[in-house]
Each structure stands twice: as C-alpha cells, then as structure tokens.
C-alpha cells in the first residue's frame, strides 16, 4: 500500500541553526503535500503545503521543496527558536485515492536548544 | 470563530464499553475523517466521510464504527471489539477531498481502565 517514510526520528539542533527533515512517498498518483507541527497534547497545525506543479514554496523562515521524479520533499527550517520545538509530520495525499485521504510519516521529534 | 471541535478531551472506557466521541465543525467542510495516534507513530486512518450519509472505511476501521447525518457532525464510537483502543484520537475536516487543507481538531485521549 502507500506510504510515507520520514527522516530523523529526532532532531535536536542549536538555536539559530537550520533544521531539516525529509520525507519519501511511495505513490506516484500523490499531488498534495502538508507539514503540520504538533504540540504536546495538541491536534496538528499546518505551518506549509506544496501542490505537485510547483517545486518549492517559502513562508517566511519555513520552505519546503518537491523532487517528482525522486518521490521525496523536505521541509526546511531556518534560524530555528526554542518555540519550533514539537513533533513535525510530512504528509501526502492524492486526489484519486481514498477520499484524498493524507497519509502521514512517522514523524520527527524537533529540539531547539537555547 | 469557525473551528473543529472535538469533545471530551480525555475519556476512560472500562473494558466491554462502547464510547463514542464527538466531532463538530462549522467550516462548511464537506469532508471529515478520523485518526489514531499511538505514541512514536503517525496518524493513522480509521474512518472518512466525503459527503453527508456516506462514510469509507480506512486503514484501521475493525473495532469502530461512525455515522453522518449532519454536514458538521462525525463522530465515532469504539466498540467492546477494539482491542487496545487507548489512544489519542483526531477528527479533521477539509472543504473537499481534492488538495485542500485539512484543519484538525485538539484530540481526545481515550484511556481504558
């Protein structure tokens, strides 16, 4: 079945540093992409999304960029705060599978150490 | 404020109980689902529903059952035959099931003792 593959586990970086965490998707027919954060005991917020025509999209000090051809993208996080620290989750989803289901990788545990 | 909510935000189930948990939201969105979080893992597909009064089973459906008779309402009932249903619990909803943004719900933590 589909799946996605995310990489590190865990992440533990120094304030200011860039944090990068990439992902694997195993069905081609996917078109759409979140990263959502999630703190503890807390439900998922989208912090970006990318859509399968465009190949990279910034907001401010996240970007994330899609390789097609690869099947992977990776979520880029650049002069990393204390507050960045959570659980980050890739996700896909493609529009003829399942309700446009998401399905999500296994997620990585970010630390930004002051 | 437009939002999805879920309720309660923690649950104890005494084995051979149903539960049910709620999910609301005042989005207009057309589709829902719900996920299984277990810790050190993804979220994982139970249920979804694309339209009111229909619903698909999803990765993990055996043990659960759901319904939806309103446009904002989906919620979801673990059954007696849910083996290890201690978990935290998500309902999501988005506009449609083309690639929309999918919003989230704060989570139910279901604890069976």
């Known amino acids: 079945g589909e799946n996605v593959e995310q990489h590190p586990s865990t992440l533990s970086v120094q304030e200011g540093d860039s944090a990068v965490i990439k992902c694997t998707y195993s069905?081609?027919?996917?078109?759409?992409f979140p990263w959502y954060k999630q703190e503890l005991g807390k439900g998922p917020q989208l912090i970006i999304d990318?859509?399968?025509?465009?190949g990279e999209k910034k907001d401010q000090r996240i970007a994330v960029t899609l390789n097609k051809t690869a099947k992977h993208f990776s979520l880029h996080i650049t002069e990393t705060q204390p507050e960045d620290s959570a659980v980050y989750f890739c996700?896909?989803?493609?529009?003829?599978?399942?309700?446009?289901?998401?399905?999500f990788g296994q997620g990585t545990e970010l630390s930004v150490k002051p | 404020d437009g939002g999805i909510t879920q309720s309660p935000k923690y649950l104890f189930r005494k084995e051979g109980q149903n539960v049910t948990l709620s999910c609301e939201q005042n989005?207009?969105?057309?589709?829902m689902y719900w996920y299984r979080q277990d810790p050190g893992q993804g979220l994982r597909l139970i249920y979804y529903?694309?339209?009111?009064?229909?619903?698909q089973k999803g990765d993990i459906a055996e043990g659960y059952s759901v319904s939806r008779e309103k446009k904002e309402s989906f919620p979801l009932t673990v059954t007696s035959a849910q083996k290890n249903p201690t978990a935290f619990y998500l309902c999501?909803?988005?506009?449609?099931?083309?690639?929309?943004?999918?919003?989230f719900g704060q989570g139910t933590r279901l604890t069976v003792v």
């Open positions: 990318i859509r399968s025509n465009v």
């Open positions: 529903s694309q339209i009111v009064n229909d619903f």
């Open positions: 996700a896909a989803s493609s529009t003829y599978n399942q309700g446009g289901k998401l399905i």
């Open positions: 999501a909803s988005r506009l449609d099931f083309l690639v929309t943004e999918a919003f």
């Open positions: 989005l207009n969105h057309d589709a």
């Open positions: 069905d081609s027919a996917s078109n759409y």
